[in-house]
């Protein structure tokens, strides 16, 4: 149980191209999910907390209107990269998290590679 | 703030032999602790989680890890590593944004695991 599907796995664009990537949680109903995005050999950093049906609180220094975040329901939320450039070429990963106190472990979709040429 | 320390960037081990991956941790109030293992281009993967209890918390795949209040730590062990341990471990704590009862997790650095036959 607990399952993330997150996709594509792999995005290869063109500078200027917006990407939309997909987390949902397939066998349970995700109060709250999160965005990280981790740079080789580095550990994660979160850019930003959904909860459906609301803003997504976003981390520091992490561009709103570049990253949209949207958690339309339960079990979905989206990340769009609007007008991606080669420095936003990562690895970004969601998960999701049953709880809304944080006791309950985070479950993670495989990852998205972003490469923008 | 919460944070959690991996003071290892890298750990070797034999094959057969005990493993300890190292945490350690700063928190206001009780500290909710997690471990995560990553295999290069996945999501993380839970392994355990102290909540409050037993010092001592057996996870997934064969691994445990001791919660110690007095050294703040939280290092994770398995009595004999396979190969198939090699692996990015985190360590991980959560985080409650000021008055609004949300929250995040901070992660670690992550620490390298190999095990050689």
């Known amino acids: 149980g607990a399952v993330v599907s997150q996709h594509p796995s792999w995005v290869i664009c063109k500078s200027g191209t917006s990407v939309k990537i997909e987390c949902r949680s397939l066998?349970?109903?995700?109060?709250?999910m999160f965005w990280y995005r981790q740079f080789p050999k580095q550990s994660l950093m979160l850019m930003a907390t959904?909860?459906?049906?609301?803003?997504?609180?976003?981390e520091q220094g992490v561009e709103k209107d570049k990253f949209l975040i949207n958690h339309a329901s339960l079990t979905l939320s989206t990340l769009t990269v609007t007008s991606a450039h080669p420095e936003d070429s990562s690895f970004y990963i969601c998960?999701?998290?049953?709880?809304?106190?944080?006791?309950?472990?985070?479950?993670f979709g495989d990852g998205t590679r972003l490469s923008i040429l | 703030a919460q944070s959690v320390a991996q003071p290892e960037d890298q750990v070797n081990v034999a094959e057969g032999n005990p493993l300890t991956v190292k945490c350690t941790y700063s928190?206001?109030?009780?500290?909710?602790l997690f471990w995560y293992v990553q295999y290069p281009n996945r999501g993380l993967q839970f392994l355990l989680k102290?909540?409050?209890?037993?010092?001592l918390v057996k996870g997934s795949y064969g691994f445990e890890a001791e919660f110690n209040k007095s050294q703040t730590s939280f290092h994770l062990k398995k009595p004999s590593a396979l190969v198939s341990d090699s692996a990015l471990y985190f360590c991980?704590?959560?985080?409650?944004?000021?008055?609004?009862?949300?929250?995040?997790?901070?992660f670690g650095t992550g620490t390298r695991l190999k095990v050689l036959a």
């Open positions: 066998d349970f109903q995700a109060t709250t």
């Open positions: 928190v206001s109030g009780n500290p909710y």
């Open positions: 959904s909860n459906e049906g609301s803003k997504a609180t976003y």
């Open positions: 998960s999701a998290a049953t709880t809304g106190t944080g006791s309950q472990p985070q479950h």
């Open positions: 102290y909540i409050t209890g037993d010092n």
């Open positions: 991980a704590v959560r985080d409650i944004r000021g008055t609004s009862g949300t929250y995040k997790y901070i």
